[in-house]
């Protein structure tokens, strides 16, 4: 072993952080400051474990973290090493002079623009995405339409009416969404979508009902327009619809899977938010953000196509079924809305990406959208049992109480642990990306956890849940 690392490594039991914790302190400035360079072979955790006299399984769970940080790599019947990916340049470029940028800062930043989102809510795995095809459908829209992709095209301000005619379709097909294909506007990403209903529908001090807990990207786009925020409880089956409405207010759901429960909406209660809407004037905005990702059953259909008032918007996305970036949202209007949006969605942006929004026609009528859909709910089926199979093992204190479909989960502490709030401190200034139910809250005091998991492949999940079990021993 390199003795330049074991004499880096400072250890001590009476600090208040855990062993595992310090050491990987300590090995990660180790390969900061060269100590070990890339490409460098670690010790094995055994022989480790014996010099530090710690237990193995202490540096056991700090290797696995260095590893999902990317410090470290793992080569085949070899071993640990230090990630090459860390070039000797980097490393020597960062520290060879005083007050340099530490690279450490260097690779946090790195490690967010391009790594794994570990354990964050409703991530999809883009290394799943097929590029090449989608590739294939870029060349082909540019070819077939040449020059006028590129340019302004003031009168697409909804988007493309090829992508708007095949969501229609899709729509109809997959989620009983009932619309001409000109009631659909195409935003960038269905946040643009909430920000624009924001301004067009709200005003300071009219209501906006929100589940509680719900999703912060409502909460914001109400909040910033100085909506009233009104809270309204969930229970095990979604949101408890209120008695009544404010005039001319707007109520946010997430039927289909609430966010981020996970609780489905029974039919009885979307009618009963359907009959609220006429006589207080208000409009209800149904954010149908996963339901491509069901593992057990089909999702229920659509709200918007329960409806006969008129009053129910209804927004999707690219994000989750494609990749985020791409920045691909849609919203279904009601007729008395198209022109108000256009003219809002205009003044934003007088158009999105038109060669995506083609791309993306192209790549849903040729099939390949499908095909991808089909392959990730299997995936991510497979993931979600591999999660929970794990958290049996481990025996985590949490129960999963909605598990069958979504793209993350959320967990109930099932011991008095809920109340330890340095527990919950540990948890949220983690790495790991798992997120406190308390986060998404108003009034709302269940506590419990969400967890995303379907961007980790089978053996990142194990290794991330073995720290998050560390984290709460
Ligand atoms: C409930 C909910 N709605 C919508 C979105 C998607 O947002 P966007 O289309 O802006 O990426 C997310 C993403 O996390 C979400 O969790």
Redesign the pocket.
Known sequence: MPRKLLSAIILSRAKRAPLQQQLVASLKEAVRKGQVLPGEAFPSSRALAQDLKISRNTVLIAYDQLLGEGYLESRPRSGLFVSTALTKQALAGKYSSPGAQPVGLALTKQSRLVGPPRFR??QPDVGLFPLAAWNRSRNRVLKAQGMSLLHYQPNHTLGVPVLRRALAEYLRDSRGVRCHWEQIAIT???????YLLSRLLLAPGISAYLEDPG?L??RLAFRYVGAKIAPVPVDRDGIVPPTTLAPRSVIYV?PSRQ??TGASLPVARRLALIELLKPSHSWLIE?D??SEFRYTSAPLPSLQGLDSTGRVIY?G????VLF?SL???YVVLPESLVEKFSQARGVVDEQGSLIDQAALADFISNGTFHRHIRRCRKVYAARQKTFLEAATDLRLPLEFPYPGGGMSLMGLWTRSIATDAKLRQRIAESELGVTLLSRYSLNATRRGLVFGYTALDHNAIRTALRQFAALCA
């Open positions: 809510p409703c960038n990403g269905s946040q643009q979508a909430l999703y990207g409502a997430t966010f981020p954010d953000y996963d927004t996305t690219m994000s989750k985020p920045r691909i949202g």
